[in-house]
Every structure is written in C-alpha cells, then in structure tokens.
C-alpha cells in the first residue's frame, strides 16, 4: 500500500500520482507538463509505469496540466474509468480536443521543417479523434457520493472551489483488513471569490497530499482586486489604448466576466468593447452556463436576474480566425481576452504583436505564469520578447493582478490543513521549489505537522505515511 509521485512534484504541472494498494493501481490525475520545450518534451517519454497494468483514474479537475495526458495514457494502453465530477467530465470534452487540435498543429508544422531536412515524420502526442475516443472511458460523479470504485477502494469528490467541477479527492483505501484515507485537495480555490462555492473542509486523513501553487505568497484581497482593476481601466481610458487580458479558457475567463458584469458601471465599461477572443473559453462559458447548481448564492442571484447566461451589452464573442485578425485593426478603447493564459500559444500571442510595443496599451496578468513562458517573461520585466522570429520591444504597461487567481494563496492553504481534527502527515505537490519551502515551514511551525516536500519518483508507504524514500 503505497503512493508514488510521477508529477507537479516539485513544479506545478503534469500533475500525475499513482496509488498501489491490494494488488490495483489508480492514477490520481494525468497531466500535461508546460512550460519550457525541455520541460514539455517529457509529455511524449513513455510513462514511469505499464498504462495497461493501470485500473482507474481519478482526475480533481478538468484544467490540462491535470488531465492532459489521459488520451496518451488510453493510446498506451489504459482501458479502465476515468472518474471525475460532471461538469468536470463536460469540461474535458472540450479542452481534450482543444489540446489534440494543438497536438495536430504542432506536429504538421515539425514535419514541414522535417521534410525539407530529408527526416521521417513525427506523430502527435495524440488526435482529435483520440481525444474523442477518451471520452467513453469518463464516468462523471456528483459531490458528496462515496462510490466503491474498485475492491479496497472507495471514492468521494468535494468541492474544490478552483474551477467549475473542480474536487478535493477522499480515498478509502483496505489492504489485508488495514485501513488508511488519503486526501487529495486537486487545486484549491480562494476562499470568498465569485461564481463558485468556497473548498470544502476534510476532517479526516491518514495522509493529506496539498497543492502549493501560491504557498510563498499572500493575494490581494476581493474589494483590493477590484480596486486594482478600476485603477487599472482609468490607465488604460486615459492612455486611449487598448487592454489584453491572457487568460485561461476555463476559469479565469468566467470569473473575469462575472467581475465585468457585476461592476459594469462602477468600472464604466460601457467605454469599451469587450471580446472574447477564444473558440474553448467560449465553450467552457457555455458549460459554465449548463451548471448553475454548481454556484454560489451570489452568482446564482446574478444569473436570476439575468434570466440567461449573464453577458455584458458589449461583448463580442469571437470565433473565428478573420474575427480575431480583425481586432488587430482596432487602435483604441478594446479589451481582448485571449488565450492561452501563460501567453504560451493561442491569439494572445497575435495581439501582443500587434499592441505590446505601444506604450498605450495595457497588459493584464491575471494567472500563474510557469517558468520559461512568455508570461512570466512579460511579469519578470522583459523590455524585448521574440514572436515568430521577430524581436518586438515591449513598450505597454504590465499589470499583474493576483487577486484574480483561482488558487488559495497560503494563508488560505494553511486555513485548509488546519481543519483537519488530527495533523496527518502532508505531502506538498504542485508547486515550485521555494515555494514548496516556504510553505512546509510555515505548516511546520504553526500545526507542529510532519510535511514532506514530494519529489519525482518519490514513494509513501501509506501504513507508515510519515516518510518518503
């Protein structure tokens, strides 16, 4: 009975774990690894395990550095279920494809390059169709149903609070008549945030396995965001320019227009033409709109008001590639919201080049920005970015807004830890080195806890959690 860590084990993506326990294997996550090249060219080594010899997989949510890599792990031979929340599950059928269709891009433009070299083609990570084909596989549960999911192996989801169907993840685990649980927290939400309920608390565990995304750091807080974004719209309205927002296509983009709608007047945004230039954040709003049992009362009261899916007056949603490459046309008074989120791909990129030269314009970072992405670039101070091969200088203003994150930061990470009757033992995944660090020795000194910084590769014998070799 045993945990290994195969990913987000001292970084933040590619969350992947795998548990052993009375002769099965279930996979808590399968994710995409981003950021760097050298760092997402470990998405096509083959997996640390045999696919085929794997049972089940349980996924805390839909975002790609979570699920990612489950179309691979099912072309590699994985035939069992994916069990997720359902809107987690309606999700991923989405951002699959939308993953795949990047896959498919990638690997026709490599082999343009390929081809001209005299060297054999290169295949996808996977297809569309693969992604498709994934899909079967996925079962969607509702919050708060234990469900045997194997011999030895119950499963119950909780709200997670980071994205729509996002699930803090309780295991019951039975081997040879010993018992441990295993808790999960998938990716935490900030407590008081818009749209969806604050994280559930656990009270029991065996062993806590915590994400640490923001665990060196403190986020604003709601009225001081909102401040921040107001300051930020009176800026950009008296340099006459336009504002880009890289936001990832689930999540972020909800709760940006959540917070436009809610404060259209008081940020005067009927100033501005708002587009949303994203065909997935455009789909995912539209999950988003399918699963309203899933707010909170104050967004549910919002969406009563509005009788439909609440929509600015000036929003434009644009789907295709001509309505995008007609923004760049545009000299003033447009807010672009674009992926991808890390500024890595997508749109965005084509708008920078059009507006991140111009002191005018103004640039809004409202997510985690991995190392060796253009966002981070852009939030380190870059004065020159390369897009495309061209060298352009970056001229506009860069905000970086944290209160918008769907993350607990640490005093909220903390908080959570702390509700648990006990002080299990803690394995901290999915955050940096630093702040991994920070965060153990704030827990450490504050709860006296055992916590255990998880690195890849890294085992836990669950009948002795304290430890890992």
Not at 30 to 51: H, L
Not at 84 to 102: E, F, G, N, P, Y
Not at 268 to 293: C, K, N
Request: hydrophobic share 40%; aromatic share 6%; net charge positive.
């Amino acid at each position: 009975m045993h945990i290994e860590f195969h990913g987000a084990a001292g970084e933040v993506t590619g969350s992947c774990h795998l548990i052993s326990v009375g002769g099965r294997r279930i996979l808590l996550d399968c994710g995409m690894i981003q950021g760097r090249r050298s760092d997402e060219a470990r998405n096509a080594m083959p997996f640390p395990f045999d696919s085929a010899a794997i049972d089940a997989v349980v996924l805390s949510h839909a975002h790609i550095d979570h699920s990612g890599r489950i179309p691979l792990l099912i072309k590699s031979g994985f035939t069992g279920p994916v069990y997720t929340q359902k809107a987690s599950r309606d999700l991923c059928r989405i951002m699959l494809a939308d993953a795949a269709h990047l896959n498919e891009r990638d690997a026709e433009l490599e082999n343009r390059k390929r081809e001209r070299k005299s060297l054999p083609p290169i295949e996808p990570l996977y297809t569309i169709s693969d992604a498709r084909s994934a899909m079967r596989q996925f079962r969607g549960l509702d919050y708060g149903v234990k469900k045997k999911i194997l011999p030895g192996i119950t499963l119950r989801l909780v709200d997670a609070g980071h994205i729509l169907g996002s699930a803090i993840v309780e295991l019951w685990l039975e081997e040879n008549g010993l018992r441990r649980k295993l808790v999960f927290s998938g990716d935490l939400g900030a407590r008081d945030r818009p749209i969806l309920h604050d994280p559930e608390y656990v009270r029991d565990a065996d062993l806590v396995l915590m994400e640490s995304t923001y665990g060196d750091r403190l986020h604003r807080s709601r009225e001081e965001t909102r401040k921040q974004v107001l300051e930020i719209v009176r800026e950009a309205e008296h340099a006459r320019g336009n504002i880009l927002i890289p936001a990832f296509a689930v999540g972020r983009t909800q709760l940006i227009l959540y917070e436009f709608a809610r404060n259209y007047r008081e940020w005067d945004l009927g100033r501005w033409q708002v587009f949303l230039d994203s065909p997935m954040a455009i789909q995912a709003t539209e999950v988003y709109a399918r699963h309203t049992e899933l707010y909170d009362a104050e967004a549910a009261e919002l969406w009563d008001k509005n009788s439909q899916q609440p929509m600015l007056p000036n929003l434009h949603l644009c789907r295709t590639a001509n309505q995008s490459m007609q923004l760049n046309k545009i000299r003033s008074g447009a807010v672009i919201i674009a992926g991808s989120g890390m500024c890595t791909g997508g749109r965005i990129r084509h708008h920078l080049k059009h507006n991140v030269w111009r002191r005018d314009c103004h640039v809004v970072i409202v997510g985690y920005q991995a190392e060796g992405t253009l966002g981070r670039k852009l939030v380190d101070g870059a004065k020159r970015i390369s897009l495309w091969g061209e060298t352009i200088s970056v001229c506009a203003h860069v905000h970086t807004v944290g209160g918008l994150s769907a993350h607990a930061d640490q005093a909220g990470l903390v908080d959570w830890y702390g509700h648990f009757d006990s002080r299990p033992p803690l394995a901290l995944v999915h955050g940096d080195p630093d702040s991994i660090e920070v965060l153990a020795e704030v827990i450490r000194r504050q709860t006296g806890a055992t916590v255990i910084a998880a690195r890849r590769g890294a085992r836990i014998d669950l009948r002795r959690p304290g430890k890992a070799s």
